[in-house]
């Protein structure tokens, strides 16, 4: 592995940033000058012992000399790279850069994510002030109470031609409107103070929601208490559930998932788990439950429970028929976008598909940094059947990481987004990529 | 005869504010707030001339539009859609569905009479 070559590299570049000298580094380590040195330049693997002890004399964490602690600064570099016009040449010593200047990369990497964060702002904002169905409520409420008062008061200005029974009314409509631009105007003021608060960053209802479950762990221990459970209480005074439509999501969300512990109760479900492994089918079978609902549940487990801790760490995400995003508890390493949807390729799409058809698919993330995953897809039905009404669907997509296998299937590459994905000629693409523009 | 004109605007205030300049200047003016309706009142019984909301609570004024455009009784009607300022997407998209004018709110009243006059014709009445 190239980047596991590389530690003798940081090692170098550690010991240079404290001004220690090659000689002393290696006294205190108890190896020889010589040795250390073809260390450093990476033509002497290094035990983990050593390198402990080396950590230790520079006094830093080993992982920080390990290929782990660099591959979330090498993409960071390698974004901040693709997203330049940046001499391509030199994109493959980015590993061999972030070694020898980890405190440079680090600048570099924590800028790039800095302008994604505002960018990201940008976009909100721009999405906001274009399409944002708020901010044209207020302005439509506020453009047509002027247009009223202007005509009527228009009208009344000619007062010759208007008679005393409907110049009455005219007043009263004036006022009426007055009322109304008032109401109107402080609705907008609000909207506007709002887009300026330092909370602009969570502006939809569910990514309040998201923030909360995210601030339990994503565990709500009170469904699982047995007992019943007043959701409007648990909702009410939530600081993070500010606005009225955040509660009302978080209320359906509650509701769900405790018919979901109803029908899968923790205690049982936890034994299941330890004993089946994180297979949704088998635990579907096993209690004759909906499979999305095995999904949800695998995903709220409680998180200190050494029987949760079996599984790792599950991504959960919820999609509509419009492919619209209702629902997101992220996973490291298997990106889930803010806005618009995600990857085209996701199980959790090709299941409005197939609706009622378990999926289970490998999937690899796109990228030279790409890393293995399962995803789970189920669509279903969502809410009871009508005549006068389409059926909704709802498609529920677990995701975690995959394990080894002793031949492993031919993964699926798939991205986050397509903004964000590098993937080569990817039939679903439908915009191009930021990492692609730049190659 | 008088000529008659349908103005289909949601906010009650200025269809009556419409309603009054309109009629003193001679027009007969029928009014309604629900688009889908009027929209079944225009097919049977089309007028001289539509005043058209594009912000509608049932119907955007643009479904409205493109139904007209659609119909062999209605595809001359003129049509003069309203619409909030600024809107310049809006204002395309009424051009390319085919309405005859665009006027934005707020407008001058002596704007509306004006255009109800180039597009109706004269009122009609003596």
């Given at each position: 592995?190239?980047?596991?070559?590389?530690?003798?590299?940081?090692?170098?570049?550690?010991?240079?940033?404290?001004?220690?000298?090659?000689?002393?580094?290696?006294?205190?380590?108890?190896?020889?000058?010589?040795?250390?040195?073809?260390?450093?330049?990476?033509?002497?693997?290094?035990?983990?012992?050593?390198?402990?002890?080396?950590?230790?004399?520079?006094?830093?964490?080993?992982?920080?000399?390990?290929?782990?602690?660099?591959?979330?600064?090498?993409?960071?570099?390698?974004?901040?790279?693709?997203?330049?016009?940046?001499?391509?040449?030199?994109?493959?010593?980015?590993?061999?850069?972030?070694?020898?200047?980890?405190?440079?990369?680090?600048?570099?990497?924590?800028?790039?994510?800095?302008?994604?964060?505002?960018?990201?702002?940008?976009?909100?904002?721009?999405?906001?002030?274009?399409?944002?169905?708020?901010?044209?409520?207020?302005?439509?409420?506020?453009?047509?109470?002027?247009?009223?008062?202007?005509?009527?008061?228009?009208?009344?200005?000619?007062?010759?031609?208007?008679?005393?029974?409907?110049?009455?009314?005219?007043?009263?409509?004036?006022?009426?409107?007055?009322?109304?631009?008032?109401?109107?105007?402080?609705?907008?003021?609000?909207?506007?103070?709002?887009?300026?608060?330092?909370?602009?960053?969570?502006?939809?209802?569910?990514?309040?929601v998201e923030a909360w479950l995210a601030q339990r762990d994503f565990h709500v221990a009170e469904l699982d208490a047995g007992t019943p459970v007043d959701i409007e209480r648990m909702v009410v005074g939530q600081v993070e559930l500010?606005?009225?439509?955040s509660r009302?999501l978080a209320r359906d969300w509650m509701r769900r998932f405790a018919a979901d512990a109803h029908r899968l109760p923790m205690e049982?479900f936890l034994?299941?788990?330890?004993?089946?492994?994180?297979?949704?089918?088998?635990?579907?079978?096993?209690?004759?439950?909906?499979?999305?609902a095995?999904?949800r549940r695998?995903a709220m487990l409680p998180p200190e429970d050494?029987?949760a801790?079996?599984?790792?760490?599950?991504?959960?995400?919820?999609?509509?028929?419009?492919?619209?995003?209702?629902?997101?508890r992220?996973?490291?390493?298997?990106?889930?976008?803010?806005?618009?949807?995600?990857?085209?390729?996701?199980?959790?799409?090709?299941?409005?598909?197939?609706?009622?058809?378990?999926?289970?698919?490998?999937?690899?993330?796109?990228?030279?940094?790409?890393?293995?995953?399962?995803?789970?897809?189920?669509?279903?039905?969502?809410?009871?059947?009508?005549?006068?009404?389409?059926?909704?669907?709802?498609?529920?997509?677990?995701?975690?990481?995959?394990?080894?296998?002793?031949?492993?299937?031919?993964?699926?590459?798939?991205?986050?987004?397509?903004?964000?994905?590098?993937?080569?000629?990817?039939?679903?693409?439908?915009?191009?990529?930021?990492?692609?523009?730049?190659? | 005869?008088?000529?008659?004109?349908?103005?289909?605007?949601?906010?009650?205030?200025?269809?009556?504010?419409?309603?009054?300049?309109?009629?003193?200047?001679?027009?007969?003016?029928?009014?309604?707030?629900?688009?889908?309706?009027?929209?079944?009142?225009?097919?049977?019984?089309?007028?001289?001339?539509?005043?058209?909301?594009?912000?509608?609570?049932?119907?955007?004024?643009?479904?409205?539009?493109?139904?007209?455009?659609?119909?062999?009784?209605?595809?001359?009607?003129?049509?003069?859609?309203?619409?909030?300022?600024?809107?310049?997407?809006?204002?395309?998209?009424?051009?390319?569905?085919?309405?005859?004018?665009?006027?934005?709110?707020?407008?001058?009243?002596?704007?509306?009479?004006?255009?109800?006059?180039?597009?109706?014709?004269?009122?009609?009445?003596?």
């Amino acid at each position: 592995m190239y980047r596991s070559q590389l530690t003798g590299t940081r090692i170098r570049a550690r010991r240079n940033m404290r001004g220690m000298r090659q000689a002393d580094l290696a006294r205190s380590v108890g190896v020889s000058p010589s040795f250390l040195n073809l260390i450093e330049h990476n033509r002497r693997k290094v035990s983990p012992a050593l390198l402990e002890a080396i950590a230790e004399a520079l006094a830093i964490p080993a992982d920080a000399l390990t290929e782990e602690a660099d591959s979330r600064l090498t993409e960071g570099v390698r974004a901040a790279a693709l997203r330049t016009a940046a001499d391509l040449a030199e994109m493959d010593r980015i590993e061999e850069f972030t070694g020898r200047f980890p405190g440079w990369a680090q600048v570099l990497a924590e800028t790039q994510s800095r302008v994604e964060r505002l960018e990201r702002v940008v976009e909100q904002l721009s999405d906001r002030m274009t399409h944002d169905p708020q901010l044209r409520e207020a302005l439509h409420a506020i453009i047509s109470a002027v247009t009223s008062v202007q005509s009527t008061a228009a009208i009344l200005n000619d007062a010759e031609g208007v008679d005393a029974d409907w110049q009455v009314r005219f007043h009263e409509n004036i006022l009426e409107d007055s009322g109304r631009l008032a109401e109107g105007a402080v609705a907008l003021v609000n909207y506007l103070d709002a887009a300026n608060s330092e909370d602009m960053g969570r502006a939809a209802p569910q990514e309040e929601v998201e923030a909360w479950l995210a601030q339990r762990d994503f565990h709500v221990a009170e469904l699982d208490a047995g007992t019943p459970v007043d959701i409007e209480r648990m909702v009410v005074g939530q600081v993070e559930l500010s606005a009225s439509a955040s509660r009302s999501l978080a209320r359906d969300w509650m509701r769900r998932f405790a018919a979901d512990a109803h029908r899968l109760p923790m205690e049982p479900f936890l034994d299941a788990l330890v004993e089946e492994g994180p297979a949704p089918d088998r635990l579907a079978a096993r209690f004759d439950a909906p499979f999305d609902a095995v999904l949800r549940r695998m995903a709220m487990l409680p998180p200190e429970d050494p029987r949760a801790r079996t599984m790792p760490q599950p991504g959960l995400v919820v999609c509509d028929m419009s492919g619209t995003l209702v629902f997101r508890r992220s996973i490291e390493g298997f990106a889930l976008p803010r806005f618009g949807g995600g990857c085209p390729l996701w199980p959790l799409y090709q299941a409005l598909r197939q609706p009622l058809q378990p999926l289970r698919v490998t999937m690899m993330t796109a990228g030279r940094m790409g890393r293995r995953f399962v995803g789970y897809g189920y669509a279903a039905p969502l809410g009871s059947a009508r005549f006068d009404m389409p059926a909704a669907m709802q498609a529920t997509m677990l995701v975690l990481p995959a394990e080894p296998e002793p031949e492993p299937a031919r993964p699926l590459p798939v991205g986050a987004s397509c903004r964000t994905c590098a993937q080569a000629e990817c039939p679903a693409r439908r915009e191009p990529s930021i990492l692609m523009a730049a190659e | 005869m008088e000529k008659r004109v349908l103005v289909i605007e949601d906010e009650p205030n200025i269809s009556e504010a419409l309603r009054f300049i309109l009629t003193r200047n001679g027009w007969a003016v029928d009014v309604s707030a629900d688009g889908l309706g009027a929209l079944a009142r225009l097919r049977a019984d089309p007028p001289d001339l539509l005043i058209l909301d594009l912000m509608l609570p049932d119907v955007s004024g643009f479904d409205i539009l493109k139904a007209l455009r659609a119909e062999d009784q209605t595809r001359a009607l003129p049509v003069l859609m309203l619409t909030a300022k600024g809107q310049m997407a809006d204002r395309a998209e009424a051009e390319r569905l085919g309405a005859t004018r665009f006027m934005t709110k707020p407008f001058a009243n002596s704007e509306v009479v004006e255009a109800v006059r180039e597009l109706a014709g004269s009122s009609g009445a003596p």
